[in-house]
């Protein structure tokens, strides 16, 4: 069957054996799409070549290549194979950790958050226990830290949070983390650390290496550019994972094929991650510049994307944007009139910051 010419040509390049990254899929004429945090300049070109070379084996089911992954994920993250899970795990470890003691577990999380792991563990029994943004927009630590009793499950923590795109001082945050992991388990989502500094100094993975009841976990879906290829892991304390292990989670059978070839070519490709860090932090600036121009506040955002105070409903905001061909996230309660927006490709956001500039100039003269 002849292929439709709208269709997205990114697996069909990879077919013809062309080495693309997300910058060639721009169509300026299209709405410019900033809403889900994707990364636009795409998976590293050895990405490309390892899912052309494996694309022979898709009759196979996935064997050696997930402990191959395991071990090289290990040895990134300086821990034992055995405390690594694979997988986009939050759904079913909410449902698991919710079921281990039984109905009325706590888990405690911030919002406006991301809230696949507590709401998975609330349909089983669990209680989600919601604890607001401070002033900044960073995670409360001492309103959190005060929620933490013995009724407590997990602790839930976005870092670099979203949709805010805050990080609490590193220091402080390690600190606090340590401290909460002798009460109960502390669970970091670090999917957009990478985006932001300080990388090393800032992930909780050097809290699980160091024995603490902390898990960590890492998606390929936003700086390594693997959106369609759903794929994360999480590093975890030795007993919780051999225990997640016991009930399914990260067997190797229920892994994407493809995924492991492209997030094995990924891990060795450093020098792309740097260069999308890189790019995504120049546009970065560009974009908190043109909101500080509209005198808009907004959020010191070490992510993907920008974050900020229409002081209009968001929905509004949302609809104005969308007929000026962008695209932008949906509103977040009870942030009503703040709007987040993914940093593109420099043209994208050129075109976005125009929008923005229509939108909010005659309020800010």
């Given at each position: 069957?002849?292929?439709?010419p709208?269709?997205?040509?990114?697996?069909l390049?990879c077919?013809a054996?062309?080495a693309?990254?997300g910058a060639?899929f721009?169509q300026?004429?299209a709405?410019?799409?900033?809403?889900?945090?994707e990364?636009?300049?795409?998976p590293?070109p050895?990405?490309?070549?390892?899912?052309?070379?494996?694309?022979?084996g898709?009759?196979r089911?996935?064997?050696?290549?997930?402990?191959a992954?395991?071990n090289?994920?290990a040895a990134?993250?300086?821990?034992?194979?055995g405390q690594?899970?694979?997988?986009e795990?939050?759904?079913p470890l909410g449902v698991?950790?919710?079921?281990?003691g039984g109905?009325?577990?706590?888990?405690i999380y911030?919002?406006?958050?991301?809230?696949?792991?507590?709401?998975?563990?609330a349909?089983?029994?669990?209680?989600?226990?919601?604890v607001p943004l401070?002033?900044?927009?960073?995670n409360d630590?001492p309103a959190?830290?005060?929620?933490?009793?013995?009724?407590?499950r997990a602790v839930?923590?976005?870092?670099?949070?979203n949709p805010?795109?805050?990080?609490?001082?590193?220091?402080?945050?390690l600190s606090?983390v340590?401290?909460?992991?002798?009460r109960?388990?502390v669970?970091v989502?670090e999917?957009?650390?990478?985006?932001?500094?300080d990388?090393?100094?800032?992930?909780?993975a050097s809290l699980?290496?160091?024995?603490?009841?902390?898990?960590?976990?890492r998606?390929?879906a936003?700086?390594?550019?693997?959106?369609?290829?759903?794929?994360g892991?999480?590093?975890?304390?030795r007993p919780?994972?051999?225990y997640?292990?016991?009930?399914g989670l990260?067997f190797?059978r229920?892994q994407?094929?493809?995924a492991l070839?492209?997030?094995s070519a990924?891990?060795?490709?450093?020098a792309?991650?740097?260069?999308v860090?890189?790019?995504?932090a120049?546009e970065?600036?560009?974009?908190?510049a043109?909101?500080?121009e509209l005198?808009?506040?907004?959020?010191?955002?070490?992510?993907?994307?920008?974050?900020?105070d229409a002081?209009?409903?968001?929905?509004?905001v949302?609809?104005?944007l969308?007929a000026?061909g962008?695209?932008v996230?949906?509103?977040?309660?009870?942030?009503t009139?703040?709007v987040?927006i993914?940093?593109?490709l420099?043209g994208?956001?050129?075109?976005?910051?125009?929008?923005?500039?229509?939108l909010?100039g005659?309020t800010?003269?």
């Amino acid at each position: 069957m002849p292929t439709p010419p709208s269709r997205p040509r990114t697996l069909l390049a990879c077919f013809a054996g062309l080495a693309l990254t997300g910058a060639a899929f721009a169509q300026p004429a299209a709405p410019v799409r900033l809403a889900l945090n994707e990364n636009p300049y795409g998976p590293s070109p050895q990405v490309v070549k390892a899912l052309q070379a494996d694309l022979g084996g898709l009759f196979r089911y996935v064997g050696d290549e997930a402990t191959a992954l395991t071990n090289q994920i290990a040895a990134f993250e300086g821990v034992a194979p055995g405390q690594i899970i694979l997988g986009e795990i939050l759904d079913p470890l909410g449902v698991h950790l919710s079921l281990q003691g039984g109905p009325g577990g706590e888990f405690i999380y911030t919002v406006p958050g991301y809230p696949a792991l507590v709401d998975a563990g609330a349909r089983v029994g669990g209680v989600i226990v919601a604890v607001p943004l401070n002033a900044k927009l960073e995670n409360d630590l001492p309103a959190i830290k005060a929620r933490v009793s013995a009724k407590t499950r997990a602790v839930f923590l976005i870092n670099p949070h979203n949709p805010s795109g805050t990080v609490n001082p590193a220091e402080e945050f390690l600190s606090f983390v340590r401290q909460i992991s002798k009460r109960a388990l502390v669970i970091v989502d670090e999917a957009y650390l990478e985006f932001g500094d300080d990388y090393a100094k800032r992930t909780a993975a050097s809290l699980t290496r160091a024995g603490e009841n902390v898990m960590v976990f890492r998606t390929f879906a936003k700086v390594h550019g693997l959106a369609a290829l759903p794929f994360g892991y999480a590093v975890a304390p030795r007993p919780l994972a051999e225990y997640l292990r016991k009930q399914g989670l990260g067997f190797s059978r229920d892994q994407n094929r493809l995924a492991l070839a492209a997030a094995s070519a990924s891990l060795r490709d450093t020098a792309h991650i740097v260069r999308v860090h890189d790019a995504v932090a120049a546009e970065r600036v560009k974009w908190h510049a043109v909101l500080d121009e509209l005198k808009l506040r907004h959020t010191d955002s070490q992510a993907n994307f920008v974050y900020f105070d229409a002081a209009r409903l968001q929905a509004e905001v949302a609809k104005a944007l969308l007929a000026d061909g962008v695209v932008v996230a949906r509103g977040f309660a009870p942030h009503t009139t703040w709007v987040r927006i993914t940093i593109g490709l420099p043209g994208e956001n050129a075109r976005a910051q125009a929008a923005v500039k229509n939108l909010f100039g005659a309020t800010a003269k």
